[in-house]
């Protein structure tokens, strides 16, 4: 996977640095494979993304991917996402994703730090 970013429906995946981060600040872990799939609303559950993860130099299996994090979001009836909940700063692959679908990300963007 390269650094291109490809986005195709509710799917979204690139290979980019990402970032540790705690409240004590962050760290680079190096460059990563990426995948987010976003996941609607449902009568169960709020929406969310799912995030799957792999440092760039492994070659390993789709299904061995090293890690997985639910991002769950509050959308308002304006499409707006208004908040998330599950990593320290929003992911901008899950902002082209979401933007992708037509959603407006303006209140979650990060200018500061990214992931």
Known sequence: MDS???IDGLVAEQMHELNM???WGFAPMGMHNNRMTFYPETLETHPYI???YCPADENIDESEWLDEIQIGLRITSE???ASY???MTFPDLAV???ESLGFDCTEVKDEDIQS
């Open 79 to 81: 499409r707006q996402v």
């Open 4 to 6: 291109t970013l490809r």
């Open 85 to 87: 909940d599950g990593v």
């Open 50 to 52: 799912l995030w799957h």
């Open 21 to 23: 981060e705690g409240s």
């Open 96 to 98: 082209a994703l979401l």
